[in-house]
């Protein structure tokens, strides 16, 4: 199993960025294709970016292209999401998660493991 902490969220003005971060445990983190994913209250659980096991390919949701970017260091067992240009409606708890799947997907099912999140706020 890998364990999962993301790190970095905050509070920040709308066109502002963030970077958050997402630490593993163990040394598979490799093994695993990584996502990020977000969620506010009353709404389903939704796909923001995906990062394949080497970092070779990546894929974001329609709503976030051009302003986030998803990377990772197999290195330092860390996954990134890189937000820019943020606005309120980006404003949600994000959520980091591995996957065992070779080819990305961007359902949460495919998932088996997930962060605690961290709060993303974003202000008007």
């Known amino acids: 199993q890998v364990q999962l902490v993301e790190s970095g969220g905050g509070l920040v003005q709308a066109g502002g960025s963030l970077r958050l971060s997402c630490a593993a445990s163990?040394?598979?983190?490799?093994?695993?294709?990584m996502g990020w994913f977000r969620q506010v209250p009353g709404k389903e659980r939704e796909f923001v970016a995906a990062?394949?096991?080497?970092?070779?390919?990546?894929n974001y949701a329609d709503s976030v292209k051009g302003r986030f970017t998803i990377s990772r260091s197999n290195a330092k067992n860390t996954a990134y999401l890189q937000m820019a240009s943020l606005k309120p409606e980006d404003t949600a708890v994000y959520y980091c998660?591995?996957?065992?799947?070779?080819?990305?997907?961007?359902?949460?099912?495919?998932?088996?493991?997930w962060g605690q999140g961290t709060q993303v706020t974003v202000s008007s």
């Open positions: 998660a591995a996957s065992q799947r070779v080819v990305i997907t961007t359902s949460p099912d495919a998932y088996a493991y």
């Open positions: 990062i394949t096991r080497s970092g070779g390919s990546t």
């Open positions: 163990g040394r598979t983190f490799s093994s695993y294709a």
